[in-house]
């Protein structure tokens, strides 16, 4: 079976808009999170990953009536498919397949008082409940006419968007994929349920708000963001000389079979995941969904120390960008991506790694080189999936 390729891929996140902005931020262990200030209470005020882009035009079309979500996924999309040269292959041989976890909820919260009336609902109201207007609009946006999906498995989502397209490729249904995940969830729907539920932080300062690997501070700080990446087969990537960027060795995606908003706390689960997906291999060091929630990123720990002990370096990007929910998954690719190309492992910032010092976190920039990247990813409800990235 041919191996499963990255051939390209597109970027959009707080202080990032591209390949070299998200490199700056990565290699010098920048942190782009800013404050969200309420201007009544200042109690509200929240830390978060703000992308100041609006997205309504793109390559000089108007895109104001799509979600905000979908915008930033065509964005990314159009990176993407400029740097593998989509072009090159049939429309109808290109699948679509993206990953979100809140959709266009940012939209129906801000205009469902509109709804409650004929006249004053929006034109495209409902493509604010039809979460497939993602890879629809993606799809349109790029001129594809294949498979189009779209995955809402939540903060696993585009890890699973990955895990669809390999197999589609593999059996020959399409000839590429373009794949990944966004999510522009900074609504008080989104904050205050995540607040109730007690893992959003609630720090005002930034610089003490959503730190990995820390039992001394608590919760993770939300973010806007969109990663896509384009899969092909090796052999095709060959044949047109196209540059490949990494391959997806392995991934795999379960669910614990838990109750509402729960998750199994022993990490059994998703270290069967993690040890499936490594196999034999020992990776260069892991890319940790570790964001600030202690249950979360005690797991991370468990997971890395039952399996490598103290032998496999490991770091979490998210004391940087933040949390962008089913955006995430893909954005670690790139980030791995990244690393492999140039060379280094990023930084977990602000952490001190308090109540983690069993374990090698990665706290300052690390060149060396990268030959695999093992991606680890939770969501709500008991979702576990981990990717194992390689040099090309």
């Not at 990032?16 to 404050?35: M, P, R, W």
């Not at 209470?41 to 830390?47: F, T």
């Given at each position: 079976?041919?191996?499963?390729?990255?051939?390209?891929?597109?970027?959009?996140?707080?202080?990032?808009?591209?390949?070299?902005?998200?490199?700056?931020?990565?290699?010098?262990?920048?942190?782009?999170?800013?404050?969200?200030?309420?201007?009544?209470?200042?109690?509200?005020?929240?830390?978060?990953?703000?992308?100041?882009e609006s997205f309504q035009e793109i390559n000089g079309k108007n895109?104001?009536?799509?979600?905000?979500?979908?915008?930033?996924?065509?964005?990314?999309?159009?990176?993407?498919?400029?740097?593998?040269?989509?072009?090159?292959?049939?429309?109808?041989?290109?699948?679509?397949?993206?990953?979100?976890?809140?959709?266009?909820?940012?939209?129906?919260?801000?205009?469902?008082?509109?709804?409650?009336?004929?006249?004053?609902?929006?034109?495209?109201?409902?493509?604010?409940?039809?979460?497939?207007?993602?890879?629809?609009?993606?799809?349109?946006?790029?001129?594809?006419?294949?498979?189009?999906?779209?995955?809402?498995?939540?903060?696993?989502?585009?890890?699973?968007?990955?895990?669809?397209?390999?197999?589609?490729?593999?059996?020959?249904?399409?000839?590429?994929?373009?794949?990944?995940?966004?999510?522009?969830?900074?609504?008080?729907?989104?904050?205050?349920?995540?607040?109730?539920?007690?893992?959003?932080?609630?720090?005002?300062?930034?610089?003490?708000?959503?730190?990995?690997?820390?039992?001394?501070?608590?919760?993770?700080?939300?973010?806007e963001g969109a990663g896509v990446i384009v899969l092909e087969r090796?052999?095709?990537?060959?044949?047109?000389?196209?540059?490949?960027?990494?391959?997806?060795?392995?991934?795999?995606?379960?669910?614990?079979?838990?109750?509402?908003?729960?998750?199994?706390?022993?990490?059994?689960?998703?270290?069967?995941?993690?040890?499936?997906?490594?196999?034999?291999?020992?990776?260069?060091?892991?890319?940790?969904?570790?964001?600030?929630?202690?249950?979360?990123?005690?797991?991370?720990?468990?997971?890395?120390?039952?399996?490598?002990?103290?032998?496999?370096?490991?770091?979490?990007?998210?004391?940087?960008?933040?949390?962008?929910?089913?955006?995430?998954?893909?954005?670690?690719?790139?980030?791995?991506?990244?690393?492999?190309?140039?060379?280094?492992?990023?930084?977990?910032?602000?952490?001190?790694?308090?109540?983690?010092?069993?374990?090698?976190?990665?706290?300052?920039?690390?060149?060396?080189?990268?030959?695999?990247?093992?991606?680890?990813?939770?969501?709500?409800?008991?979702?576990?999936?981990?990717?194992?990235?390689?040099?090309?």
């Open positions: 079976m041919d191996d499963i390729v990255i051939t390209g891929y597109g970027i959009i996140g707080p202080g990032v808009l591209d390949k070299y902005s998200f490199l700056n931020v990565l290699e010098k262990g920048l942190c782009t999170q800013s404050i969200i200030k309420n201007v009544n209470h200042s109690q509200s005020h929240l830390v978060a990953g703000l992308i100041e895109y104001k009536r799509h979600p905000r979500s979908v915008r930033m996924a065509i964005a990314a999309a159009m990176d993407a498919y400029e740097m593998a040269h989509v072009n090159d292959f049939k429309p109808h041989r290109v699948a679509v397949i993206m990953g979100t976890s809140a959709g266009a909820i940012l939209e129906i919260e801000q205009n469902y008082l509109k709804f409650l009336e004929l006249k004053t609902t929006p034109l495209q109201g409902v493509s604010f409940a039809d979460t497939h207007t993602l890879s629809g609009s993606v799809a349109e946006a790029t001129g594809l006419c294949g498979p189009a999906f779209t995955i809402t498995t939540g903060c696993t989502a585009s890890i699973d968007a990955v895990s669809f397209g390999k197999l589609l490729l593999e059996s020959g249904t399409v000839d590429a994929c373009i794949v990944g995940g966004t999510d522009a969830p900074l609504g008080q729907w989104t904050i205050n349920g995540f607040k109730k539920l007690r893992v959003l932080s609630t720090e005002t300062t930034i610089e003490n708000a959503g730190i990995p690997f820390s039992t001394e501070h608590r919760g993770f700080v939300l973010s090796r052999q095709t990537a060959n044949s047109r000389d196209q540059r490949i960027y990494g391959k997806i060795e392995h991934v795999i995606s379960r669910n614990e079979g838990q109750k509402l908003l729960s998750s199994d706390t022993t990490g059994r689960h998703m270290l069967e995941v993690f040890q499936e997906t490594l196999g034999n291999t020992v990776p260069s060091y892991v890319n940790s969904q570790a964001l600030g929630i202690e249950i979360n990123d005690q797991i991370e720990r468990f997971i890395l120390k039952e399996t490598f002990g103290t032998k496999v370096p490991i770091t979490s990007i998210k004391g940087m960008i933040g949390h962008s929910f089913g955006a995430m998954g893909a954005m670690q690719i790139i980030s791995s991506l990244l690393s492999m190309e140039y060379g280094f492992i990023p930084p977990t910032i602000k952490s001190k790694g308090r109540g983690f010092e069993d374990i090698p976190i990665v706290f300052e920039t690390r060149y060396q080189a990268v030959e695999s990247v093992c991606i680890t990813t939770h969501g709500s409800s008991g979702n576990n999936a981990c990717l194992l990235l390689t040099h090309s």
